[in-house]
C-alpha cells in the first residue's frame, strides 16, 4: 500500500483501492486475534512499569516497510 501511494502522488484513492482493500484485511485480521492482543497489552504493561519505575521513556521501536 504505501508503495502504491508513494508512486501514484494524489491519485492514490483511486489507483490503491485494492491494496488498501488487502492492508485493511491484514489489520482487522491482527485486531481480532486474542493472543496478538494479549502480546501487545504484555508489551504495553511492561514498559509502563519500567517508566513508573524509573521515570525513563523507552524509545520506540521503528517498523519497517514491507513494500
Known amino acids: 500500500f504505501t ?4 508512486e501514484t502522488g494524489l491519485l492514490m484513492v ?3 483501492r485494492q491494496e ?6 491484514c489489520l482487522v485480521g491482527y ?3 486474542p493472543l496478538f ?3 501487545c ?3 504495553y504493561l511492561k514498559q509502563r512499569e519500567e517508566y513508573r ?3 525513563i521513556k523507552k524509545k ?8
Open 41 to 43: 497489552k504484555t508489551e
Open 31 to 33: 485486531y481480532s486475534d
Open 37 to 39: 492482543y494479549e502480546e
Open 53 to 55: 519505575a524509573t521515570g
Open 60 to 67: 520506540r521501536q521503528k517498523l519497517t516497510s514491507n513494500a
Open 20 to 25: 488498501n482493500t488487502a492492508l485493511k484485511d
Open 14 to 16: 483511486v489507483k490503491c
Open 3 to 6: 508503495k502504491c501511494c508513494q
